[in-house]
């Protein structure tokens, strides 16, 4: 069993930066896929990122393709999303995700493991 636990979220200005992490438990977490996911208040939950276990395979949306940088140390257990240039539109709970499958699976949402989530809010 893998936990998943996400951090880094928090208020920021149109513009700005964060950097959020999530630490699993487990010795599993090298061999997992792993993705980032968001949901807005009153929008579906959105896929915006992955990677696969050797970090060699890295996917995004289009909503944050140029934006966004995700990345993992399989050493220290640890996923991470860039965001540059954040929008008021990216405002959002952001949630990890990870898969014993393909990274390809990932997008698709229906992911072995989740975290609980952050929250992120970019004011205007």
């Known amino acids: 069993q893998v936990q998943l636990v996400e951090s880094g979220g928090g208020l920021v200005q149109a513009g700005g930066s964060l950097r959020l992490s999530c630490t699993a438990s487990?010795?599993?977490?090298?061999?997992?896929?792993m993705g980032w996911f968001r949901q807005a208040p009153k929008k579906e939950r959105e896929w915006i990122a992955s990677?696969?276990?050797?970090?060699?395979?890295?996917y995004y949306a289009d909503s944050v393709n140029g934006r966004f940088i995700i990345s993992r140390d399989n050493a220290k257990n640890t996923l991470y999303l860039q965001m540059n240039t954040l929008r008021p539109e990216d405002t959002a709970v952001y949630l990890c995700?990870?898969?014993?499958?393909?990274?390809?699976?990932?997008?698709?949402?229906?992911?072995?493991?989740w975290g609980q989530g952050t929250q992120v809010t970019v004011s205007s």
């Open positions: 995700a990870g898969e014993s499958g393909s990274v390809l699976a990932v997008e698709e949402g229906d992911l072995d493991y």
């Open positions: 487990g010795s599993t977490f090298g061999r997992l896929a």
């Open positions: 990677i696969s276990w050797h970090s060699s395979s890295k």
